[in-house]
């Protein structure tokens, strides 16, 4: 079974950082894509940032652009959000993902196999 297990989330003051791991572990892991997500209090899961495994391809959502960055380190299978100038309406939970398999890009929602418990982010005003 695999696992995906998120870290890093706490409260930050706006226009502050946070950097998010999650790290994968379980029977051999091999995923050609994984992605953010967010859900804040009341509203739908949505779409963050994704990386293909290659490392080549990122995708943003358009709210993110510019303010987060999406990396992997193969060797420690994990990925890592770092979020800068944090605005309040990036409180939520957070939530990686992983797709085994698929060609598409950026990657469907319900091609995501393996999701993580999530991670909590409150911004402050």
């Known amino acids: 079974q695999v696992q995906l297990v998120e870290s890093g989330g706490g409260l930050v003051q706006a226009g502050g950082s946070l950097r998010l791991s999650c790290a994968a572990s379980?029977?051999?892991?091999?995923?050609?894509?994984m992605a953010w997500f967010h859900q804040a209090p009341g509203k739908e899961r949505e779409f963050v940032a994704a990386?293909?495994?290659?490392?080549?391809?990122?995708y943003y959502s358009a709210s993110v652009k510019g303010r987060f960055t999406i990396s992997r380190d193969n060797a420690k299978i994990t990925v890592y959000l770092q979020m800068n100038s944090l605005k309040p309406e990036d409180t939520a939970d957070y939530y990686c993902?992983?797709?085994?398999?698929?060609?598409?890009?950026?990657?469907?929602?319900?091609?995501?196999?393996?999701w993580g418990q999530g991670t909590q982010v409150t911004v402050s005003s």
């Open positions: 990386i293909h495994w290659n490392g080549a391809n990122t």
């Open positions: 379980g029977r051999t892991f091999s995923s050609n894509a």
């Open positions: 993902a992983a797709r085994l398999a698929g060609r598409s890009w950026p990657p469907l929602y319900h091609e995501y196999a393996y």
